[in-house]
């Protein structure tokens, strides 16, 4: 059975940067149609897909966080991370990581992990 | 970006009776070459994270009881819980995966009537 792990620092700084790692077990990171997903949810609010890599390093952003988001995978570890910068209070959320099916983009997401709640204050 | 509309915000439904979710994208997520239609069912319990329930409009994924049924093509999609029990009460989520940035629906809360 998969299962996905997200560890972090629940509590960050504004305008520091929050770093989250998925670790995925029960299967490998490098095989299979997928690619591997982070979606985060406010508290009370609906889902906001982030971002998503392939184990190729093929990366996919939202617009809304190219700009302050960097996606890594290493397959050695099986895991994968988030990098986001410079956070200010609306980033607080729940943050989960997810295994997508993927063909010639990133599709559903069939496996999610528990998630990892993270707020931004000083 | 595709938006993806979600009606009616919740809803409360006797056990044993019909739930019916709608899901309005406001371009079509139907990719004609293969005719299929690039949108997913999820249920989210309180305090869980996601679950996938529907693939590709109305594909049911394993383990999902058959009292879930998806429906629609192009823009109109219908998530029907038949003869709903007690721990299908959710959150249930649309989102499709047509086109990059991936999009979720806003939500829709079930509750026993």
């Known amino acids: 059975q998969l299962r996905l792990l997200e560890s972090g620092p629940g509590l960050v700084k504004p305008s520091e940067t929050l770093s989250l790692i998925c670790a995925v077990s029960?299967?490998?990171?490098?095989?299979?149609?997928?690619?591997w997903a982070w979606v985060r949810q406010p508290p009370g609010k609906g889902l906001e897909w982030i971002g998503s890599i392939h184990y190729t390093g093929n990366t996919y952003f939202n617009p809304s966080l190219k700009s302050r988001l960097t996606l890594a995978v290493d397959a050695s570890k099986n895991h994968f991370s988030l990098n986001l910068s410079s956070v200010t209070a609306a980033d607080s959320a729940v943050y989960y990581c997810?295994?997508?099916?993927?063909?010639?983009?990133?599709?559903?997401?069939?496996?999610w992990g528990q998630g990892s709640q993270v707020t931004v204050s000083s | 970006d595709i938006v993806m509309t979600q009606s009616p915000d919740s809803l409360a439904v006797s056990l044993g009776e019909r739930a019916t979710i709608n899901c309005k994208s406001s371009?079509?997520?139907?990719?004609?070459?293969?005719?299929?239609?690039?949108l997913g069912w999820y249920q989210q319990r309180p305090g869980q994270p996601p679950k996938l329930l529907i693939s590709w409009a109305s594909t049911r994924e394993s383990g999902v009881p058959e009292r879930f049924s998806g429906s629609g093509s192009g823009t109109d999609f219908t998530l029907t819980i038949t003869s709903l029990q007690a721990e299908d009460v959710a959150l249930y989520y649309c989102?499709?995966?047509?086109?990059?940035?991936?999009?979720f629906g806003g939500g829709t809360k079930v509750e026993i009537k």
């Open positions: 371009q079509t997520v139907l990719y004609d070459p293969i005719n299929k239609n690039f």
């Open positions: 989102q499709q995966y047509y086109t990059i940035p991936l999009t």
């Open positions: 997810a295994r997508q099916v993927h063909y010639n983009s990133p599709y559903y997401f069939d496996y």
């Open positions: 029960g299967g490998s990171i490098s095989s299979g149609p997928y690619s």
